[in-house]
Structure formats: structure tokens, C-alpha cells
């Protein structure tokens, strides 16, 4: 950052390297929708861009960049909730887009398919449990799983306290135990009615 | 532990950031408690199939395209923001500046303000220490009285025999006045001009007449055109009663320079009617001759004031009085008409009731003519003398010849007669050598053949030049 401050393109080209694919994966779970995803991803490049001459060199680049990606995930998030129907179809329409289809699930019997198979069912579990999660709990828990950021670094960007960062922590994860939990008993009774099929 | 703890602390045991007590404790409950086992398991499942997830098919690159644009920003922003030094600088029209700029810039302003600095400063100084005098100041300062250092200082035997003792009278104003005056042309005489002027002379006279004039009886002054002056400085003398000199039995009336004299202005008096006497001589003499007593009054040769001398003994009052008759011939030729001046003397020579015309005696003077050699005694105490000692007719004829014969060398004198009045002089001196006015009759002689000496130089000058016009 303080090479680019210097006019050093190339530095600022590293550094959108080193972060863009956590910042891509974070706006990724964050807003559910890939293009809104990806124009965040621009915005936030283009925020550190514009405010390169006031960065000192104290501040955390990795921190400065996930501050700014959350509020612009937070600005979207609100924005969405005007439009809630919208929402809903998307995330009918983004159900129906992810190729994931039962069939696919128990097309493949060997063992690595199954695993891959399987792998992606989770996969795609888990990113529906994700989207389902309440705003509060899905930053903590993206900032925690994806940033790889601690629960201090969580309750001071969130403005919380390390507690509360925690507690919202287990409510996420119980969300996401009871989501997966009835992808495994659904995936149980379609593997039960294949196998009784004659 | 409790199951409520266990599921408080679940998320310190998933994330291992439980201490390990704690966590022994934690496991122990877990393994005890079936539920809290199924819960525990559960939520590790739960937490390590979404980490697979995200960690695994959910871990997407980000698009190519936004780095592109975002790197294409990044290169147009650099671009954007050159440093100011890499700039090509604009070149602005410079402000125009103000008057007060502009002068505070201009090279000469602080020497100009350090020479008025310097003037002002040395302005002050000299304001300080040389106050203005107003008008009236100037008057009250002329008015005082004479400064200490005004008294008569020793006089040398040198200036005794060139310089005529003077009357010992004076009024203060006058005695101011002709200090003025003399001390002036005394400058004047010092700084090395020529001391020729008429108007310098008839000035110094002017103020000696006035002087003079002070013991001439009032009808006298009356008559005199100095009257003026001397009855100024008349009013301007100390009121005092009318005072009779010792051994004259005669008053003298109040105001009188006489009076003043005996009320202890006499040596100051003496002092100064000797320094106008000297300047008169200084300004009738040629410039050849040497200049002698001509210093400010009270001061040495050097211009500093001298130490006060021990006040002259006590003159008898005859012996002190003034020879004003001396000073009125010596002035009159040239201040007065010859026809007034002739009138003057003539009634002042009348005047022999009074003390006018009677040089001063020095101290040895007095002395001797207090002695009985004394032969002719003349004027004032003459009479007083005579009237008192009730002398014969035949010596009173012999000493009214005597001064019938003064009288008529001193009007040869102020008829400007000079042969025939040095003559007279001469005579005089040789019948009364010892007579207290004998000083004053060998100035006489020597003034008259000094006047001889300048009219046969005029007269051969004026023949050369009228020789070389007759040339031409």
C-alpha cells in the first residue's frame, strides 16, 4: 500500500491479489448473489483506491479492506430488505440455478464420486444455511470462517463484545446443525426409497 | 459442570480457545451426559461440514474482469496523482501587492529610518538639555541679577596701568546691560574680526553713557537724550534711603548709583565701569596693538569663571566717586552733536557741588591724599573740604584756578582739540603729579596723541588716494 501510495501500480496489483479471493468468497456468502457480489468487490478495490493518500501505515490493510467490504455488505443487506419478495425469488431462482439436483446427488456409486457428490450436496447445504442465517450471525460467521479472523478482531469490527461475537457464533451454528441436519434426513429417505425401488 | 454450561462454553471447545482445565472439565461432563455428548457431536459435525463447504466447492476465484477494472482505476488514479514536484508548474500572474508591501521592500527604507531615528534622538537630546526659552523667560532671565561669578576679579597690575579706573557705580539693571554689551563686542573682540564697527562702539558707549549718566544730577539727565536709558535703569535699582557719603556731609538721593555702591555694589559696579572703560579702549584701539583686559567679565583669560577675589577694601566715599566727567568727554564726540556735547560739559562742569569728575583714587592714592601734600584738591571733595576747613581766599583762588584749568583741558578734550588738550594734560600732570586724577590725564594725553596719530594717518591716506585718483 505504500508503494502504491507512491505511484506504484504494480503494488496495489499484488495486493488486490492477496485479498480479493477472501473478500470475493466473504461478499460471495455475504450478499447471496454473484454479479451483486462481484460489484461490491469492485467497489471496495475502488474505495481503497481513491482513499490510498489517507491510509497510514499503522492501519491493517487486511482490516481496512473487510471494514469496507462489510459495510457495503451491511448498505446491501438493508437495501435488500425493501425488497424481501425480490429476495425470495432469487434465492428460489439461485436454488434452481445451482445445478443441484437429487439425481445428481445419488447418480454416482463409487466411492470418489459419492464423496464428490455428496461434498457438493453439503456444499450446496451449507451456502442455502449460510443465506439463511440472520445478518448479525452470518457476519460472525463468515468473518470467522472465511476471514479467519479471531473473535476479539470480530467484536471490535462489529462493534460488540467478545461474548455476544461468541454467542451469536453458537446461534449460527445450530442454524446451520438443524439446516443440514434435514438435508441428512432427506438424503436418507431418498437413498431408502432408491434402495426399495425394485 | 453443569449442561447449561456445557452449552455456553460449546464454542470455546469448538474453536479450542477453552484453557485446559476447563476443558478436562468440560470432557468429563460430556462423557457423562448423553445429551450434551449428542449436542457436542453434532455441532462438531455441523461446523466441519461448513468449513469443507466453504473451504472446498464454495471457494470460488473472484472474476477476472473486476481486477482489471479495478487495476485499470488503480493506474488511472497514479496517473491522476502525480506528485506536485513531477507537475509542470502553471505559471500564475503574481498578485498585485500593496502599498505597505511594496514600501517595506524598497531598498532604502531602513536607512531612511535609521537616520531620522538618529536625528530624532539627537533632537531630543539637545531639546532636553538646551530647553527653549520663551519670551518672557528671556526677559525674567535678563532682569536677574547679576550671577555670582560677575564679581570683579583681581585685577593685574597690567590692566590697572591700561585700563582707566571706572566710576564705582552701577545699578544693577545697567550693570546687566553693559555686560551685555561689552561682553558681546568683548566675544566679537576674541573670536579675531576687526573690531571696527561704529555701530559696536556707538553701542558700548550708548550703555557707558547711560551708565554715566546715573550720577550726572537729575537736570542733567533731563537734558541728556542717554536720560532715557539711565532713568530706566534707574527704577529698575534697589529703592534706598538717601545715604551721605563719609566725610561729605552730603546726601544722596535715593535710587542714586551712589547709594547703591554704598549698599555693597560697589566692587561688582567698580568691576564693570572698568571692563566698559578697557572695551572702549579695546574697540578706539588699532588692531596692531595688543588687546588687554578684554575678557568676560568674571571669568579668565580661558573663558571660565574665575574664582571670586577678595572684595576690594572699603573707598572712601570721596575717593570712590565716579569720574563720569572722563567718561562723558571720552564718549560725547562721539554720540552727541558738538554743540550738545559742548553744553553737557560745560554744565557738568558747573556741577561743582557734586562728586562728578572725580576720578577714582587707587588705594596708595587715597592713601597719599589723605596725607596734608596733597596740593589741589578739586571737585566735589574740594569744596567739601573747603567748606569744612574754612580754608583762606587766597588758596581757595589758587585751587579755583587749578580746576578752572582742568576744566579747560578737559573741554579741549571733548572738542576733540587733541595738541592743545594734550598740552593741557600735560601741564596739569606736571603742576599736579601726585593729584588723584593724574591717571586720568595721562589717558587723556595718551588718547589725545592716539587721535592725533589715526587724524595724520587718515589724512595721508587720504592724500595717497587722492594722488593715485589724480593719477588715473
Same mark, same amino acid.
Given at each position: 500500500?505504500?508503494?502504491?501510495?507512491?505511484?506504484?501500480?504494480?503494488?496495489?496489483?499484488?495486493?488486490?491479489?492477496?485479498?480479493?479471493?477472501?473478500?470475493?468468497?466473504?461478499?460471495?456468502?455475504?450478499?447471496?448473489?454473484?454479479?451483486?457480489?462481484?460489484?461490491?468487490?469492485?467497489?471496495?478495490?475502488?474505495?481503497?483506491?481513491?482513499?490510498?493518500?489517507?491510509?497510514?501505515?499503522?492501519?491493517?490493510?487486511?482490516?481496512?479492506?473487510?471494514?469496507?467490504?462489510?459495510?457495503?455488505?451491511?448498505?446491501?443487506?438493508?437495501?435488500?430488505?425493501?425488497?424481501?419478495?425480490?429476495?425470495?425469488?432469487?434465492?428460489?431462482?439461485? $436454488? $434452481?440455478?445451482?445445478?443441484?439436483?437429487?439425481?445428481?446427488?445419488?447418480?454416482?456409486?463409487?466411492?470418489?464420486?459419492?464423496?464428490?457428490?455428496?461434498?457438493?450436496?453439503?456444499?450446496?447445504?451449507?451456502?442455502?444455511?449460510?443465506?439463511?442465517?440472520?445478518?448479525?450471525?452470518?457476519?460472525?460467521?463468515?468473518?470467522?470462517?472465511?476471514?479467519?479472523?479471531?473473535?476479539?478482531?470480530?467484536?471490535?469490527?462489529?462493534?460488540?463484545?467478545?461474548?455476544?461475537?461468541?454467542?451469536?457464533?453458537?446461534?449460527?451454528?445450530?442454524?446451520?446443525?438443524?439446516?443440514?441436519? $434435514?438435508?441428512?434426513?432427506?438424503?436418507?429417505?431418498?437413498?431408502?426409497?432408491? $434402495?426399495?425401488?425394485? | 459442570?453443569?449442561?447449561?454450561?456445557?452449552?455456553?462454553?460449546?464454542?470455546?471447545?469448538?474453536?479450542?480457545?477453552?484453557?485446559?482445565?476447563?476443558?478436562?472439565?468440560?470432557?468429563?461432563?460430556?462423557?457423562?451426559?448423553?445429551?450434551?455428548?449428542?449436542?457436542?457431536?453434532?455441532?462438531?459435525?455441523?461446523?466441519?461440514?461448513?468449513?469443507?463447504?466453504?473451504?472446498?466447492?464454495?471457494?470460488?476465484?473472484?472474476?477476472?474482469?473486476?481486477?482489471?477494472?479495478?487495476?485499470?482505476?488503480?493506474? #488511472?488514479?497514479?496517473?491522476?496523482?502525480?506528485?506536485?514536484?513531477?507537475?509542470?508548474?502553471?505559471?500564475?500572474?503574481?498578485?498585485?501587492?500593496?502599498?505597505?508591501?511594496?514600501?517595506?521592500?524598497?531598498?532604502?527604507?531602513?536607512?531612511?529610518?535609521?537616520?531620522?531615528?538618529?536625528?530624532?534622538?539627537?533632537?531630543? =537630546?539637545?531639546?532636553?538639555?538646551?530647553?527653549? =526659552?520663551?519670551? %518672557?523667560?528671556?526677559?525674567?532671565?535678563?532682569?536677574?541679577?547679576?550671577?555670582?561669578?560677575? =564679581?570683579?576679579?583681581?585685577?593685574?597690575?597690567?590692566?590697572?596701568?591700561?585700563?582707566?579706573?571706572?566710576?564705582?557705580?552701577?545699578?544693577?539693571?545697567?550693570?546687566?546691560?553693559?555686560?551685555?554689551?561689552?561682553?558681546?563686542? %568683548?566675544?566679537? &573682540?576674541?573670536?579675531?574680526?576687526?573690531?571696527?564697527?561704529?555701530?559696536?562702539?556707538?553701542?558700548?558707549?550708548?550703555?557707558? &553713557?547711560?551708565?554715566?549718566?546715573?550720577?550726572?544730577?537729575?537736570?542733567?539727565?533731563?537734558?541728556?537724550?542717554?536720560?532715557?536709558? #539711565?532713568?530706566?535703569?534707574?527704577?529698575?535699582? /534697589?529703592?534706598?534711603?538717601?545715604?551721605?557719603?563719609?566725610?561729605?556731609?552730603?546726601?544722596? /538721593?535715593?535710587?542714586?548709583?551712589?547709594?547703591?555702591?554704598?549698599?555693597?555694589?560697589? /566692587?561688582?559696579?567698580?568691576?564693570?565701569? %572698568?571692563?566698559?572703560?578697557?572695551?572702549?579702549? #579695546? =574697540?578706539?584701539?588699532?588692531?596692531?596693538?595688543?588687546?588687554?583686559?578684554?575678557?568676560? %567679565?568674571?571669568?579668565?583669560?580661558?573663558?571660565?569663571?574665575?574664582?571670586?577675589?577678595?572684595?576690594?577694601?572699603?573707598?572712601?566715599?570721596?575717593?570712590?566717586?565716579?569720574?563720569?566727567?572722563?567718561?562723558?568727554?571720552?564718549?560725547?564726540?562721539?554720540?552727541?552733536?558738538?554743540?550738545?556735547?559742548?553744553?553737557?560739559?560745560?554744565?557738568?562742569?558747573?556741577? &561743582?557741588?557734586?562728586?562728578?569728575?572725580?576720578?577714582?583714587?587707587?588705594?596708595?592714592?587715597?592713601?597719599?591724599?589723605?596725607?596734608?601734600?596733597?596740593?589741589?584738591?578739586?571737585?566735589?571733595?574740594?569744596?567739601?573740604?573747603?567748606?569744612?576747613?574754612?580754608?583762606?581766599?587766597?588758596?581757595?583762588?589758587?585751587?579755583?584756578?587749578?580746576?578752572?584749568?582742568?576744566?579747560?583741558?578737559?573741554?579741549?578734550?571733548?572738542?576733540?582739540?587733541?595738541?592743545?588738550?594734550?598740552?593741557?594734560?600735560?601741564?596739569?600732570?606736571?603742576?599736579?603729579?601726585?593729584?588723584?586724577?593724574?591717571?586720568?590725564?595721562?589717558?587723556?594725553?595718551?588718547?589725545?596723541?592716539?587721535?592725533?596719530?589715526?587724524?595724520?594717518?587718515?589724512?595721508?591716506?587720504?592724500?595717497?588716494?587722492?594722488?593715485?585718483?589724480?593719477?588715473?
Amino acid at each position: 500500500m505504500a508503494a502504491y501510495q507512491k505511484g506504484d501500480v504494480a503494488a496495489f496489483g499484488e495486493l488486490v491479489a492477496r485479498h480479493e479471493k477472501r473478500l470475493w468468497n466473504f461478499l460471495r456468502r455475504f450478499v447471496r448473489d454473484k454479479a451483486t457480489a462481484e460489484d461490491l468487490l469492485q467497489e471496495v478495490f475502488l474505495r481503497v483506491v481513491k482513499s490510498a493518500v489517507q491510509w497510514q501505515p499503522s492501519a491493517k490493510v487486511s482490516t481496512w479492506l473487510f471494514t469496507i467490504a462489510r459495510n457495503l455488505c451491511t448498505d446491501q443487506a438493508r437495501r435488500a430488505e425493501f425488497r424481501q419478495a425480490e429476495s425470495l425469488d432469487q434465492a428460489k431462482a439461485g $436454488e $434452481e440455478g445451482s445445478g443441484l439436483r437429487r439425481i445428481d446427488r445419488v447418480a454416482a456409486n463409487s466411492g470418489d464420486a459419492e464423496k464428490e457428490a455428496m461434498g457438493r450436496e453439503i456444499a450446496s447445504l451449507v451456502d442455502r444455511a449460510v443465506d439463511e442465517l440472520p445478518l448479525e450471525q452470518r457476519e460472525v460467521f463468515l468473518m470467522r470462517e472465511v476471514m479467519d479472523m479471531s473473535f476479539a478482531e470480530i467484536a471490535a469490527q462489529v462493534g460488540a463484545s467478545e461474548p455476544t461475537v461468541k454467542s451469536r457464533m453458537r446461534y449460527a451454528l445450530q442454524r446451520l446443525r438443524s439446516s443440514l441436519g $434435514e438435508l441428512h434426513e432427506a438424503t436418507a429417505r431418498d437413498a431408502a426409497s432408491v $434402495e426399495g425401488t425394485p | 459442570m453443569k449442561c447449561s454450561d456445557v452449552s455456553s462454553l460449546l464454542v470455546d471447545f469448538l474453536y479450542e480457545e477453552m484453557p485446559a482445565a476447563e476443558r478436562r472439565d468440560f470432557l468429563a461432563h460430556v462423557d457423562g451426559c448423553p445429551a450434551c455428548s449428542v449436542e457436542v457431536k453434532a455441532m462438531s459435525s455441523t461446523l466441519g461440514h461448513a468449513r469443507a463447504a466453504l473451504r472446498g466447492p464454495l471457494d470460488e476465484a473472484p472474476p477476472t474482469r473486476v481486477r482489471a477494472r479495478v487495476l485499470a482505476a488503480a493506474q #488511472a488514479a497514479a496517473a491522476a496523482t502525480v506528485p506536485d514536484s513531477a507537475k509542470p508548474r502553471v505559471s500564475r500572474a503574481p498578485a498585485p501587492e500593496g502599498f505597505f508591501a511594496r514600501l517595506w521592500k524598497t531598498p532604502w527604507l531602513v536607512p531612511a529610518l535609521g537616520a531620522a531615528s538618529v536625528a530624532t534622538a539627537v533632537f531630543l =537630546v539637545k531639546v532636553i538639555k538646551n530647553p527653549p =526659552v520663551l519670551p %518672557e523667560q528671556r526677559s525674567a532671565v535678563t532682569e536677574m541679577p547679576a550671577p555670582p561669578a560677575a =564679581v570683579p576679579r583681581p585685577e593685574t597690575e597690567r590692566e590697572r596701568a591700561v585700563a582707566p579706573t571706572g566710576p564705582a557705580l552701577g545699578v544693577q539693571g545697567l550693570g546687566i546691560r553693559a555686560r551685555e554689551s561689552t561682553a558681546g563686542i %568683548e566675544r566679537r &573682540s576674541h573670536a579675531g574680526p576687526k573690531i571696527t564697527s561704529e555701530a559696536a562702539a556707538g553701542k558700548l558707549r550708548a550703555a557707558l &553713557s547711560a551708565r554715566d549718566s546715573l550720577a550726572m544730577p537729575k537736570r542733567l539727565l533731563d537734558n541728556d537724550p542717554l536720560a532715557g536709558v #539711565a532713568r530706566e535703569d534707574q527704577a529698575q535699582a /534697589p529703592a534706598g534711603e538717601a545715604t551721605a557719603p563719609k566725610g561729605s556731609g552730603r546726601a544722596i /538721593p535715593p535710587g542714586h548709583a551712589f547709594a547703591n555702591a554704598k549698599a555693597g555694589h560697589a /566692587p561688582a559696579a567698580a568691576m564693570h565701569a %572698568e571692563k566698559d572703560e578697557a572695551n572702549l579702549n #579695546a =574697540v578706539s584701539r588699532p588692531q596692531s596693538q595688543p588687546r588687554k583686559g578684554l575678557v568676560a %567679565e568674571g571669568a579668565d583669560s580661558s573663558g571660565r569663571w574665575a574664582e571670586p577675589p577678595p572684595p576690594r577694601p572699603a573707598q572712601a566715599p570721596v575717593a570712590a566717586a565716579p569720574a563720569p566727567v572722563a567718561s562723558v568727554a571720552a564718549s560725547a564726540p562721539a554720540e552727541l552733536p558738538p554743540a550738545k556735547k559742548a553744553k553737557a560739559v560745560a554744565d557738568l562742569e558747573q556741577r &561743582s557741588d557734586h562728586a562728578v569728575g572725580m576720578p577714582i583714587a587707587s588705594s596708595a592714592e587715597r592713601a597719599k591724599s589723605q596725607e596734608p601734600v596733597r596740593t589741589a584738591p578739586s571737585g566735589y571733595a574740594a569744596k567739601a573740604e573747603a567748606s569744612a576747613d574754612k580754608k583762606t581766599p587766597s588758596e581757595s583762588k589758587q585751587a579755583m584756578s587749578f580746576e578752572e584749568r582742568v576744566r579747560k583741558a578737559e573741554k579741549l578734550f571733548a572738542e576733540k582739540k587733541w595738541a592743545e588738550a594734550a598740552a593741557a594734560f600735560r601741564a596739569l600732570l606736571a603742576q599736579a603729579p601726585a593729584d588723584p586724577a593724574a591717571k586720568t590725564w595721562r589717558e587723556r594725553v595718551a588718547a589725545a596723541d592716539l587721535a592725533q596719530e589715526q587724524a595724520r594717518a587718515a589724512r595721508a591716506k587720504k592724500t595717497t588716494s587722492d594722488d593715485a585718483v589724480d593719477g588715473l
